[in-house]
Antibody, heavy 113, light 106 residues
Framework: EVQLVESGGALVRPGGSLRLSCAASGFVFSRYAMHWVRQTPGKGLVWVSY????????DYVDSVKGRFTVSRDNAKNTLYLQMNTLGVEDTGVYFC??????WGQGTLVTVSS | DIQMTQSPSSLSASVGDSVTITCRASQGIRDDLGWYQQKPGMAPKRLIY???ILQGGVPSRFSGSGSGTEFTLTISSLQPEDFATYYC?????????FGQGTKVEI
């Protein structure tokens, strides 16, 4: 069974940093592209980033380019999202998703002073 | 970026009704579109991919159609478990973009 478990969400001050993790199991992790998607409380879904199977290709929504970095450790079956210079607009539940098909349950990031 | 305009933003329906949700892309995306269902506190669940292909395990009362810029999701004979929010998603061109969502309420 495919399982994706996010962690690392927290309350952080504006300008701060956070690293999210997504632990994967139940499939050959290195064979799949992975995504991060954000959902603002009570609002819609925003795609944040993508990384291909071997980590050689990444992409980001414009609003996080230069601040967020997606990476993966295929030996540990884990996806990461390093989030720097956080702003209140980055607040939300962050989901990791395999191929945008299988999703984790999300981890809450709150950016507030 | 490709904008996905989804309508309506909400609708009220009864069990047994048929409902249709529409997504319009700001430029052609072939059939690179999926439909997702999300219930409160849960992750989105993909129902349809390739605009019209039913995800395994999804009931046949869900159907999708369209290509290019106009897409529809139809739920025939609404069941109690179908009351949720539905989103379209295009993956033709990065950034991937979602529609604004349609809340289907009783």
């Amino acid at each position: 069974e495919v399982q994706l478990v996010e962690s690392g969400g927290a309350l952080v001050r504006p300008g701060g940093s956070l690293r999210l993790s997504c632990a994967a199991s139940g499939f050959v992790f290195s064979r799949y592209a992975m995504h991060w998607v954000r959902q603002t409380p009570g609002k819609g879904l925003v795609w944040v980033s993508y990384i291909n199977g071997d980590g050689s290709k990444t992409d980001y929504v414009d609003s996080v380019k230069g601040r967020f970095t997606v990476s993966r450790d295929n030996a540990k079956n884990t996806l990461y999202l390093q989030m720097n210079t956080l702003g209140v607009e980055d607040t939300g539940v962050y989901f990791c998703a395999r191929d945008l098909v299988a999703w984790g349950q999300g981890t809450l990031v709150t950016v507030s002073s | 970026d490709i904008q996905m305009t989804q309508s309506p933003s909400s609708l009220s329906a009864s069990v047994g009704d048929s409902v249709t949700i529409t997504c319009r892309a700001s430029q052609g995306i072939r059939d690179d579109l999926g439909w997702y269902q999300q219930k409160p506190g849960m992750a989105p669940k993909r129902l349809i991919y390739g605009a019209s292909i039913l995800q395994g395990g999804v009931p046949s009362r869900f159907s999708g159609s369209g290509s290019g810029t106009e897409f529809t999701l139809t739920i025939s004979s609404l069941q109690p478990e179908d009351f949720a929010t539905y989103y379209c998603l295009q993956h033709n061109t990065y950034p991937v973009t979602f529609g604004q969502g349609t809340k289907v309420e009783i």
